[in-house]
């Protein structure tokens, strides 16, 4: 067996690829290169500028053309680019003859290490420009890990010099690289999507939401929906399966489904509520326990929620009630039920006065998100879910935030490979969070509510019917932002940026037509009250936020009547 002609370098900036690069080549009397070195070169200009220039997209396709070339060179170590292993087929070209190797640190080191290099340039690392750098690093670290844990080995380098570090990669390079070559499969199963390698987590999982008590995955991908039956049996579920669907949704994806579960061994048994929020009830839940007694559900069979957000708190809520707890799989199929409803555990009916008064926490065995479902949503149902996707983006990463203001009208036409893309990288950021705070504990899941105050009291007030989730929560966000404004917290040009993103993607920034007291006296029922006052969730900057309960009630019932006014 021969050993691999090439050694590519991947992992996260700061772990040391471009020395150690270095260090290889000259100890094996080959040649050294930085994908980006190679992509600025080519370009005639900085990688920040190229993404100010011209977009993300252009910057992947260029980085693309390059490793392609490099790839093909004999003798020859790869250093690259961080972000580089994310694309199946970068992953393709790097597995065709190259011995893959991550070079593996702590956010702590990796921060460390960038720190000297962002002080002397901050263009150069504008992954650091947050205030919280070490949360920026591992929220991106997070959801890239299931892609670096692809590589034929792994050295952890904390610790360790770029000497000694280099040696282990010589080492490992001459000890495993032959038979990493010839391993049959090898190549199909790089480029396939990732695997985290874990017991917990099955190949194909985009994320893995960790909590104190669950974990599971999350797949997401376009054209899932025929491997919810296998998902569920490799999740260890048999038996039957009661699928869960609104009128709209089963019409379009029961049928699949149902097929689906069949295929691999289990048998079902489907209800199907009406759908509209209306349906999120406690008379709904009395309905659907009957059918489960009817159907004689025993402890152990599965409930499956098919559909939108609706029927994922709703389903949620029996699964968490009845016979003290069913395992509960959720299948979203509206982009507010993936990004936001199916992740995390809240499930929930919603009483009179307020919206998921009644609920608890109680996680899924899993959650399977094929995006393609999202073709047959009507525009406006498409549209609403964009405003999570927005609210992650500002709260969280202004990597996505450029994202979706650079590649807006490919995103909401629904492109496969990007909108895919997106919807991962927002549910990875959601997942980080809930497993960092499951049950709003230590405070971190409590910025998900960003706009989340007055859109709640939005959709009560409107009774749940004249009023989308996600448009509430936008009116909210941009409402949430006024306050912040005039708080001194948040620079009015951050405030402009995030209304133009919303109103890009066809959100509303005002609710005219809305009864304010009805709004008002809503957000005083709200679940986020804590001895009497409101905690609000403001932005002082992309990525930053606060929670404050000293807004005075008399700017908030200003801002209110200002969304609301004609």
Not at 358 to 382: C, H, K, M, N, W
Not at 499 to 510: N, S, Y
């Amino acid at each position: 067996m021969k050993q691999a002609q090439r050694i590519i370098l991947t992992g996260f900036s700061g772990t040391g690829k471009t020395e150690v690069a270095r260090l290889v080549a000259e100890r094996l009397g080959w040649q050294a290169v930085d994908s980006d070195d190679a992509i600025v070169e080519a370009a005639g200009k900085p990688i920040p500028a190229i993404f100010r220039d011209h977009g993300e997209k252009h910057f992947r396709t260029l980085e693309h053309t390059i490793l392609r070339q490099l790839c093909s060179r004999p003798k020859t170590v790869i250093a690259a680019g961080g972000g580089a292993i994310l694309a199946a087929e970068n992953r393709r070209l790097m597995a065709q003859g190259g011995f893959i190797v991550c070079l593996e640190a702590r956010p702590e080191t990796i921060l460390e290490r960038l720190r000297p290099q962002f002080e002397s340039d901050p263009v150069a690392r504008p992954l650091l420009a947050t205030p919280d750098s070490l949360r920026r690093i591992r929220e991106l670290k997070s959801f890239r890990q299931p892609f670096y844990a692809l590589a034929d080995h792994t050295v952890h380098t904390d610790g360790l010099s770029m000497e000694q570090v280099a040696a282990e990669v010589v080492h490992a390079w001459r000890e495993l690289s032959a038979a990493a070559l010839e391993a049959q499969g090898r190549v199909a199963a790089l480029t396939a999507a990732p695997s985290a390698r874990e017991a917990d987590a099955p190949s194909g999982a985009a994320c893995v939401v960790r909590t104190s008590s669950a974990t599971y995955p999350v797949f997401v991908s376009w054209g899932a929906l025929p491997d919810l039956g296998q998902r569920m049996a490799d999740a260890g579920l048999a038996g039957r399966a009661y699928l869960i669907s609104d009128s709209m949704v089963h019409a379009h994806w029961g049928t699949a489904a149902e097929e689906a579960l069949r295929a691999a061994g289990l048998r079902v048994a489907s209800h199907v509520v009406p759908a509209g929020e209306t349906s999120k009830s406690l008379e709904t839940a009395a309905a659907i326990y009957d059918w489960l007694v009817s159907q004689r559900a025993e402890r152990g069979e599965a409930i499956v929620a098919l559909g939108g957000g609706m029927v994922c708190d709703l389903a949620g809520f029996v699964a968490a009630t009845f016979l003290r707890g069913l395992p509960l799989v959720h299948v979203p199929t509206s982009l507010l039920a993936m990004v936001d409803a199916a992740i995390g555990g809240k499930v929930a009916v919603n009483h009179k006065e307020a919206k998921n008064l009644i609920g608890a926490f109680y996680q899924p065995r899993l959650v399977l998100a094929d995006v393609s479902t999202l073709q047959t949503l009507p525009s406006r149902e498409l549209t609403t879910g964009w405003a999570e996707v927005i609210k992650h983006a500002l709260i969280m990463d202004e990597d996505l935030l450029r994202l979706l203001e650079e590649n807006a009208d490919a995103v909401m036409s629904l492109d496969p490979a990007l909108t895919t893309e997106v919807i991962s990288r927002s549910i990875a950021l959601k997942a980080a969070v809930v497993s960092e705070d499951e049950r709003e504990e230590t405070g971190r899941r409590t910025i998900l509510n960003y706009g989340h105050t007055i859109g709640h009291g939005l959709e009560t007030a409107a009774e749940y019917a004249g009023m989308l989730h996600g448009e509430a929560v936008a009116v909210g966000m941009a409402g949430a932002a006024r306050i912040a404004c005039r708080l001194g917290l948040l620079p009015s040009e951050v405030a402009e940026r995030q209304d133009a993103l919303i109103a890009r993607f066809g959100l509303p920034l005002r609710a005219s037509g809305v009864d304010a007291t009805k709004v008002l006296a809503a957000m005083a029922l709200d679940k986020k009250i804590k001895g009497g006052d409101i905690h609000w969730v403001l932005l002082e900057g992309i990525g930053r936020t606060a929670i404050r309960q000293d807004v005075p009630p008399a700017l908030a019932e200003d801002v209110v009547g200002e969304l609301l006014s004609a």
